[in-house]
């Protein structure tokens, strides 16, 4: 069984301060790596994609993954109130077919 | 770029009947179509899998003669859901995936089913 793990949170953190969401997968192969961002009731929202080990940063949000320890996360700078929503990981598995797995979420809210 | 859309947004049917759902991807030609199902609170669980002009591969406890999927061209696929019941009502989302875009995959904005 190919999984993606999440902590559902709530994850809470000031406005401006820096957001910690992390994921960890269980196959080792696994080369696409997404995190998507979902509001209450609306559908997923792409926010970045990394496919190499390391840091990739697009603007407040950086991704990090390090494939030896079967991890990714997400790391938003100066969080803002309408950055809360649920945060979701997403990886492709080897021999998945371009499928998308994906976590549970986190939940994440900024508060004022 | 890479905007998809679903049609309609919310539908309201009594059970029994059938609903079709539509997804168009706007601005580019998706080669692969996915359709996902998520209750309230719960994460996306993928149906199935459509590729354009190919019959749809399904997940495991899908039932494929009761969630048709067509994938007639690189800008549309339809979800149709045959013989609805309660049970079947959730947030039906699509996503698309491009020519050259890897395995990224860009999300409709989802219907909402209700079958009373």
């Known amino acids: 069984q190919k999984e993606v793990e999440q902590n559902s949170g709530p994850l809470s953190v000031p406005e401006g301060a820096i957001a910690s969401l992390n994921c960890t997968y269980s196959?080792?192969?696994?080369?696409?790596f997404f995190w998507y961002r979902q509001y209450s009731g609306k559908s997923p929202e792409l926010i970045m994609f990394?496919?190499?080990?390391g840091d990739k940063e697009d603007g407040r949000f950086t991704a990090q993954l390090n494939k030896a320890s079967q991890y990714v996360s997400l790391l938003i700078r100066d969080s803002q109130p309408s950055d809360s929503a649920t945060y979701l990981c997403a990886v492709t598995f080897t021999g998945g077919g371009n499928k998308l797995t994906f976590g549970t979420g986190t939940q994440l809210k900024v508060e004022l | 770029g890479a905007v998809v859309s679903q049609h309609p947004s919310w539908v309201i049917c009594k059970s029994g009947t059938s609903v079709k759902i539509e997804c168009r991807s706007l601005d580019f030609q998706a080669t692969t179509m996915f359709w996902y199902r998520q209750f309230p609170k719960q994460s996306l669980m993928l149906m199935a899998t459509s590729n354009e002009g190919s019959k749809a591969t399904y997940e495991q406890g899908v039932e494929k003669d009761k969630f048709l999927i067509n994938h007639a061209s690189l800008t549309l696929s339809t979800l149709t859901v045959t013989s609805a019941h309660p049970e079947d009502s959730s947030f039906y989302i699509c996503s698309a995936r491009g020519l050259a875009g890897a395995d990224t995959q860009y999300f409709g904005p989802g219907t909402r089913l209700t079958v009373l």
């Open positions: 196959d080792r192969g696994s080369q696409s």
């Open positions: 990394i496919y190499s080990n």
